[in-house]
């Protein structure tokens, strides 16, 4: 199977899908969400979904005049909905994992599961890839992103270690970076750390955090009043900034005020507190274990 959908049910019931609705899945990936949204629409609503990957729309639905695939970096969602001369859509739903076939792929370097090309990147079509990171980023840069990234506080010690291996030959494989960073974990949380140091360098080959903050800023564009915004998390700093900005509309989280000191923001909480797969989907689908799904509507 290409992918198993987190919170299928749960992220598709926050859209409250009405039939004759207008939908986007920023997010097609193996077309979970999208083909349960399809599976709500009637004959006069419409689903667009996104996805730069190349290997994705092969998942495409045949035949389905409600549906329209968009290969494209999401950061780019309202541009795209100009172009289908769409005003205004009635829900958005992203779900910011990544696929458990990029992990699954050896050649796509995802995963130190496999020795392969130190790729990682999501459109594999053009950008920088993970070897260009390890092999030309200053010491200082890549310590940087090992810790905001990758969440490792021995980020300078592992830094330091990839530029002292890289003088002496390139690390191009994902099993080079591995050997290299490995010495420096600790052994109860090897795996843990390894994950890790592949994550932070996938943002940042990705752009993740740059395209999720258009992208989330797009919304408020894109959205009619009423219209619903439903987002799947795996890690606290994309976690952090969707909660921030379904608070306040604004990446810091920081609610204005009018004279009277009422709130001033475009949404209101769905979902309150994040949604988390049970025990069992966790235990099934074990890719769903650090997810948090959130969903509000735009007000205003």
């Known amino acids: 199977m290409y992918h198993i959908p987190v919170l299928l049910q749960p992220t598709v019931d926050g859209l409250a899908v009405r039939p004759s609705g207008t939908y986007v899945d920023v997010t097609f990936g193996g077309g979970g969400h999208s083909r349960e949204i399809l599976r709500r629409l009637g004959e006069d609503g419409h689903l667009y979904s996104f996805d730069q990957d190349a290997d994705a729309e092969g998942n495409v639905p045949e035949g389905d005049a409600r549906f329209t695939f968009v290969r494209s970096n999401f950061r780019y969602l ?31 370097g995802f995963s130190f599961r496999f020795d392969a090309p ?69 052994r ?43 987002v799947l998390t795996y890690h606290s700093l994309e976690d952090r900034m969707v909660k921030n900005f379904m608070r306040a509309g604004r990446m810091d989280g920081k609610v204005e005020q009018d004279f009277y000191g009422r709130r001033l923001t475009p949404w209101r909480s769905v979902t309150g507190r994040a949604v988390q797969p049970s025990a069992e989907e966790q235990q099934e689908n074990p890719r769903s274990r650090s997810a948090k799904l959130r969903v509000a509507e735009k007000v205003q």
């Open 78 to 108: 309202r541009n795209w909905m100009r172009y289908y001369g769409v005003e205004a859509v009635d829900g958005i739903v992203a779900d910011l994992g990544v696929s458990s076939h990029h992990f699954d792929e050896r050649e796509r």
């Open 188 to 230: 109860e949380r090897e795996k843990k750390d390894l994950a890790r140091v592949f994550q932070a360098l996938r943002m940042e080959v990705n752009h993740e955090m740059d395209a999720l903050r258009e992208m989330l800023l797009a919304t408020l564009q894109v959205l009619r009043p009423g219209g619903r915004l439903a």
């Open 118 to 186: 130190l790729d990682m990147r999501m459109n594999g079509r053009a950008g920088m890839t993970a070897a260009d990171v390890v092999n030309r980023y200053g010491e200082e840069q890549l310590a940087d992103l090992l810790w905001l990234y990758g969440e490792l506080k021995n980020s300078r010690r592992l830094a330091a270690a990839i530029v002292k291996a890289r003088s002496v030959q390139p690390l191009l494989l994902t099993g080079d970076l591995m050997h290299t960073v490995q010495p420096l974990l600790p």
